[in-house]
DNA sequence: TCGAACCCTCACATTGATGTGAAGGTCAAG
DNA sequence: CTTGACCTTCACATCAATGTGAGGGTTCGA
């Protein structure tokens, strides 16, 4: 397919299509006219992409953990540095802080929004967090 | 206590403590010569923005959500207009999303190194090529 | 009294992720 | 053949989060 299709498929501009083409992070095929041509698989791609990227991961990040993702079955490790392991580790571990972060502060909210609207019980306390 | 204080006790630089309160996030008094003034809540109160930041919210949010999340107790609703619980609700979603996407991938980068350090050399293509 | 170590404001630079528009090629349908 | 809807590249604009440094005041100890 081409870019607009792939476009209105993932509801990602095509301008973001180009950038993350360029960031490395897909490498579409060209046609003869010079247009991209887009495999099936890209939808999720870019779909994981943008979950990635909203999740607050760099483009340069998430350029070297593509390649561990790619599908159920399809594991097919690209000759893993020791230097990629660690950023992997490191990464992984700034995924879970990021994710403690959120939750803690997702769950204030949600005690926060429950007792305003006279959901709950009178006066609640709803303690949150740091980094 | 001062600035440079507050920083070497949260690991933010100075730089960035006025820019958050340039952005409203925080407000401290400030001494006659000027010299800005921390109250010790504010210990906490900074690593949870950065816990916010790093997380991916914006400033802008992290303005609106900050005053739910106080303190253990201290909790005073400002006036919740029904503007802002829409935007609570609303980022409370994202927040849950965010949350789901990193925590995915989290375990996929996780299984992925699992699988690629001790455990059986048996799938994949490794290519040894060297730069 | 002097210097070091703080603090202030101002303001420009940079990076990453985007928006936007110009100038132009391709192609199918009227 | 022309028009409109695609596509291309290029390049400048913007926004948030930072870095950095200039120019200058304050405080404190030697």
Same mark, same amino acid.
């Given at each position: 397919? !081409? ?14 299509? @180009? ?5 490395? #992070? ?7 006219? &010079? ?5 099936? @698989?890209? =939808?999720?791609?870019? %779909? %994981? ?6 999740? &607050?991961?760099?483009? !340069?990040?998430?350029? %070297?953990? #593509?390649?561990? #993702?790619? &599908? ?10 020791p230097e990629m392991l660690t950023t992997l580790e #490191? ?5 879970? !802080?990021?994710?403690?972060?959120? +939750? *803690?502060? *997702?769950? +204030?909210? +949600? +005690?926060?929004?429950? =007792?305003?609207? /006279?959901? /709950?019980?009178? =006066? /609640?306390?709803? !303690?949150? =967090?740091?980094?």
């Open positions: 397919m !081409r870019i607009g299709e792939l476009s209105e498929r993932t509801g990602i501009p095509r301008r973001l299509l @180009r950038y993350y083409e360029e960031q490395g #992070l897909i490498t579409p095929e060209r046609c003869e006219n &010079g247009y991209r041509s887009y495999d099936e @698989r890209l =939808v999720d791609r870019v %779909q %994981q992409i943008r979950g990635l990227l909203d999740a &607050g991961l760099p483009t !340069r990040i998430i350029k %070297q953990i #593509l390649p561990c #993702l790619d &599908g159920p079955g399809t594991i097919h490790f690209p000759d893993p540095t #490191l990464e992984l571990d700034r995924m879970t !802080r990021r994710i403690d972060c959120l +939750a *803690r502060n *997702r769950d +204030a909210i +949600a +005690a926060y929004l429950e =007792v305003v609207r /006279g959901d /709950g019980p009178s =006066v /609640g306390d709803a !303690r949150s =967090v740091e980094a």
